[in-house]
């Protein structure tokens, strides 16, 4: 049973350019994910969805950034016109049931973005 | 506001020794609280969760306790060894709220 599965590892882009982040969660997983990990700070909640759905997106700015989690395929995070600010680790966490349900979270390795 | 906080950014001690992390939070209610190995580069692994009706969780080497009184739960390393370093990270998922609330992390370095 293969891990969390984010790609790509490492993502370089250009100010102004967009950048999408995809995630797979484990298999038989339905709850996702999305974190932000900037350099020495801890890791800030930004959304989470279900197959379909986002369920909580109180985390995410309200412009530039979305999240999807369609039927078929991976989770997107989607961030438009990236800023230098946006420069971070991106981690998406999978679970197979929501956190409330006292289930351990199973993370990937993360996307680092650089804007540059 | 919701605040968590882990004792020290960094920590060193020396092998063989037990290693004790501290975390503190304020204005929660918290479900239940977990820990989390996060090592360079990666993303952070489960270790161990306990509720707020529980004082103390084992595992092998591990001790976790939680005083929903003091709001603090301590994270206990025993025997530790080099492989031990890493960052360790406390997350709380708030009674009501969706996901978990991580604290900036303690690096432990665990010296040979």
């Known amino acids: 049973n293969a891990g969390v599965m984010q790609n790509p590892r490492h993502l370089v882009r250009r100010r102004g350019q967009e950048a999408r982040l995809r995630c797979s969660p484990m298999?038989?997983?339905?709850?996702v994910y999305w974190y932000r990990q900037l350099p020495e700070e801890g890791l800030k909640f930004m959304v989470y969805l279900q197959k379909e759905n986002i369920i909580d997106e109180s985390g995410m700015p309200k412009e530039r950034f979305s999240a999807e989690f369609p039927k078929e395929g991976p989770s997107i995070l989607r961030i438009q016109q990236v800023v230098r600010g946006d420069s971070a680790a991106y981690f998406c966490?999978?679970?197979?049931?929501?956190?409330?349900?006292?289930?351990?979270?199973?993370f990937g390795q993360g996307t680092r973005l650089t804007v540059v | 506001s919701q605040k968590i906080e882990q004792n020290s950014e960094a920590l060193n001690i020396q092998e063989g020794k037990t290693a004790t992390l501290t975390c503190n939070y304020t204005?929660?209610?918290?479900?239940?609280l977990q820990w989390y190995r996060q090592d360079p580069g990666r993303g952070p692994v489960f270790l161990l969760l306990?509720?707020?009706?529980?004082k103390e969780k084992r595992k092998e080497r591990l001790k976790v306790t939680f005083d929903t009184t003091l709001k603090q739960s301590l994270f206990h390393i025993t025997a530790s060894q080099p492989a031990d370093s890493a960052t360790y990270l406390c997350?709380?998922?708030?009674?009501?709220?969706?996901?978990?609330?991580f604290g900036t992390g303690t690096r432990l370095t665990v010296i040979p």
């Open positions: 966490a999978s679970s197979p049931l929501s956190d409330r349900q006292n289930t351990e979270a199973f």
């Open positions: 298999k038989g997983h339905s709850h």
């Open positions: 997350a709380l998922l708030r009674t009501g709220a969706n996901n978990l609330f």
């Open positions: 204005n929660y209610s918290p479900a239940y």
């Open positions: 306990i509720r707020e009706n529980e």
